[in-house]
């Protein structure tokens, strides 16, 4: 009778503990500059949002108009939430790129189609810290005019309202970027209620889905100890 006991209240406690870190609502988006010159080099930019603790994402890209490489296959893991791609734009015209993303086992999306001109020569102008190769040196921002390193530091996320969790995040060196910038918002029980994933995230203001590895591996294996000696 004990052990019917003991093994209930295991079962009730691991049903509470939220192990899927996807739910489908996780998105990606593009960046790029708007306009380049003939041969010049930029940066293409894939951000993953509304992730959070361990997540993969694959994403496939198609380039039309000449700018190389023409195919692009990636797949983004935590704990990385951007990748970035160096391309290189062709004599004139406008590249434009189309592809889509997954999450996991989740349905396959879009990715918003985006289009970048391309004048007929390179102008140089002075470098400065926007992803195109502005002299026509065949480098990006080089000469170290990118400087500011981002780095952020998070409030404890807020009690659970309306299944919703937030926390404000602090640049530290104020670079007046968001590139590396945490969520700020993440979904949670209806009701308030924590489960033991949400309740490590809320006490130690972080996302590390290794606290509930390690409390399912403790609370599991003191419940087989406690088996094996009960008669």
Do not use: H
Request: hydrophobic share 35%.
């Amino acid at each position: 009778m004990k052990k019917i006991l003991i093994f209930s209240l295991l079962v009730l406690i691991l049903a509470q503990v939220s192990i899927a870190v996807m739910d489908g609502s996780e998105t990606m988006v593009r960046s790029m500059p708007s306009s380049v010159g003939a041969g010049q080099q930029f940066t293409v930019t894939y951000k993953a949002i509304g992730t959070s603790g361990d997540y993969g994402v694959s994403v496939v890209d198609t380039v039309t108009g000449g700018c190389t490489p023409s195919n692009l296959k990636f797949v983004l893991t935590s704990p990385a939430t951007t990748y970035q791609v160096t391309m290189t734009a062709p004599s004139s015209g406008s590249c434009t790129f189309s592809g889509d993303y997954k999450y996991g086992t989740f349905d396959v999306k879009l990715l918003t189609d985006s289009t970048i001109s391309v004048s007929s020569v390179c102008v140089p102008s002075t470098e400065i810290c926007d992803g195109i190769d502005n002299d026509c040196d065949g480098q990006i921002d080089e000469g170290n005019v990118c400087t500011c390193t981002e780095d952020w530091d998070c409030t404890a996320w807020s009690e659970c309202i309306n299944s919703k969790q937030t926390r404000v995040c602090t640049d530290l060196n104020n670079c007046g970027t968001s590139a590396t910038k945490p969520d700020e918002s993440k979904d949670c029980s209806v009701g308030g209620k924590m489960d033991v994933c949400q309740y490590f995230e809320w006490a130690k203001g972080i996302d590390d889905k290794n606290y509930c590895a390690w409390g399912i591996g403790i609370v599991g294996f003191g419940f087989i100890l406690l088996l094996r000696f009960v008669k």
